[in-house]
């Protein structure tokens, strides 16, 4: 029990540490889109709404697998995932894992992204910080794969 709870109280934390990240990024985005306007050098504006759009990029880390735990869990990891310079690649249909209940998908995965993360987080170079991810059927099951 004291395991359960030690453990739901690192998924709260997780997901608090996601919503930061978000309201962090939304802040620096709205001063960013404050600051157009004021940028006479039409190259030096060109470069800052690139810049602005590189900040919108964190819209892109919303998953829609067909799982809601699933979108969940890949959501604020990938969020994570941006913090830290880590690529993180999906092919993953959701609706496989239908038969698993929620709290034991978010459970799962979280535990997985955790892990990879944690290990990606030790390689200097951060062109292969990398984890990989794929929720397939194989023959009569599902299959899970994950790589870092």
Known sequence: MESMLH????????????VNIINIKCHDLK??????SK????????????SVKGAVSIYDNIFQTGNEALDLVLTEKSL??????????????GTILEFIHSTDV????????????????????????????????RNQGSFIHMEN
């Open 39 to 50: 940028i006479e050098n039409v190259r030096e504006q060109r470069e800052y709404i690139e």
């Open 80 to 93: 994570l995932c941006n913090e830290y310079n880590i690529k993180m690649s999906c092919m993953v249909d």
């Open 106 to 137: 978010y459970a799962l995965f979280g535990n997985l992204m955790d892990n990879a993360i944690e290990s990606v987080m030790k390689e200097t170079d951060e062109e292969k910080r990398i984890i990989s991810i794929r929720v397939s059927r």
């Open 7 to 18: 453990n739901v109280s690192e998924q709260q934390k997780l997901s608090q540490d996601a």
């Open 31 to 36: 001063y960013r889109i404050s600051q157009i």
